[in-house]
């Protein structure tokens, strides 16, 4: 992820992940979600996680556990569109335009799907 993400979605998010001050040494909203995005592009467990942001065990369960229901509740809208057919048949034939492949709407790397003609 580039800087400039994780600034948007830090700026997205953090309003509604952001700690009330009450000590100097209280979590940055960039720090949390820094180690709920480790906890969820690696397969580190939160025990590493807790020793690599020095932060109580749980007290990371409860932070990646609320930022991950802040960044489902914010981003869904924007990113999970709901179905529409207008936007199917239109995206079926620029990808027909663009590798001749009628009727598809598009393609995932690295797999091989068999189909019947």
Same mark, same amino acid.
């Not at 990371?60 to 199917?88: A, E, G, H, R, Y």
């Given at each position: 992820? %580039? /800087?400039?993400?994780? =600034?948007? #979605?830090t700026c997205?998010?953090? *309003?509604? *992940?952001?700690?009330? !001050? %009450?000590? !100097?040494?209280?979590? %940055?909203?960039g $720090?949390? #979600?820094s180690?709920? &995005?480790?906890?969820?592009?690696? =397969? $580190?467990?939160?025990?590493? *996680?807790?020793? /690599?942001?020095?932060?109580? +065990? /749980?007290?990371?369960?409860?932070?990646? &556990? +609320?930022?991950?229901?802040?960044?489902?509740?914010? @981003?869904?809208?924007k990113? #999970? #569109?709901? !179905?529409?057919?207008?936007?199917?048949e +239109? @995206?079926?034939?620029?990808? $027909?335009?663009?590798?001749?492949?009628?009727?598809?709407?598009? /393609?995932?790397?690295?797999?091989h799907?068999?189909? +019947?003609?």
């Amino acid at each position: 992820m %580039s /800087s400039t993400t994780f =600034e948007e #979605l830090t700026c997205i998010i953090g *309003i509604k *992940i952001k700690r009330i !001050p %009450s000590r !100097p040494d209280v979590l %940055s909203v960039g $720090e949390i #979600l820094s180690a709920t &995005l480790r906890y969820l592009a690696s =397969e $580190e467990s939160m025990t590493s *996680i807790m020793f /690599s942001f020095r932060i109580g +065990q /749980s007290t990371v369960s409860n932070l990646i &556990l +609320q930022c991950c229901t802040v960044l489902w509740d914010t @981003l869904n809208p924007k990113v #999970l #569109l709901m !179905p529409d057919t207008n936007k199917w048949e +239109q @995206l079926a034939k620029e990808f $027909e335009n663009k590798w001749q492949m009628p009727n598809c709407l598009g /393609s995932i790397d690295g797999k091989h799907i068999v189909h +019947q003609v």
